[in-house]
């Protein structure tokens, strides 16, 4: 739903801007919503997010950064999904897990990170969802990444439309 929201905002292949983002497009989902802020190269941290997102961290995330979901051994896949999401731009999909333990079995999560820009046109936000079977102790959880996909985007450079080739076989005048 996500994904098809923000390819709705897209004009002629463009990321869309942040402040085209209403929250009424994903009512949904929005509990599972979160927008990021990119503040150095690899990390980003969290700028808006669900109630999901709170419950699952057992506290709030805004202000965050996203790496305080994942286990230290996955950050830096994290950071170089991050880094080429923002810098291709690209659409950031993570299949995520948790070690299981004795009081809670193994858990999967999916997240998506689709690009956005700044009202200065740079691409440095993105908007995620992510969705995950809940929290039910309440206790700060973090992930491993199972698997990352990387969606290149294609934006399209506004340009000026070349001059339509002159036909083949036209008459060439003054020529019998």
């Known amino acids: ?93 993570l299949t995520l897990n948790t070690e299981a333990t004795r009081l809670r079995g193994a858990q999967e999560a999916r997240m998506i990170l689709l690009p956005l820009r700044s009202d200065l046109g740079e691409v440095s936000r993105a908007l995620g969802v992510f969705v995950s079977e809940g929290n039910p102790a309440r206790t700060s959880q973090r992930f491993n990444i199972a698997a990352t996909e990387l969606r290149s985007i294609v934006e399209q450079e506004a340009k000026t439309p070349a001059p339509a080739p002159k036909p083949v076989n036209e008459p060439n005048p003054g020529f019998a």
Do not use: C, K
């Open 1 to 93: 739903q996500a994904e098809a929201y923000w390819n709705g905002l897209r004009r002629a292949g463009e990321v869309p801007f942040r402040s085209e983002i209403d929250p009424r497009g994903l009512e949904n989902i929005l509990s599972q919503t979160f927008i990021l802020e990119r503040i150095a190269p690899g990390i980003a941290r969290f700028r808006l997010a669900g109630q999901a997102l709170n419950e699952m961290a057992g506290m709030e995330v805004r202000g965050m950064p996203l790496s305080a979901f994942f286990t230290p051994g996955a950050r830096s896949e994290l950071s170089a999904a991050l880094e080429h999401m923002f810098d291709a731009p690209a659409i950031a999909e």
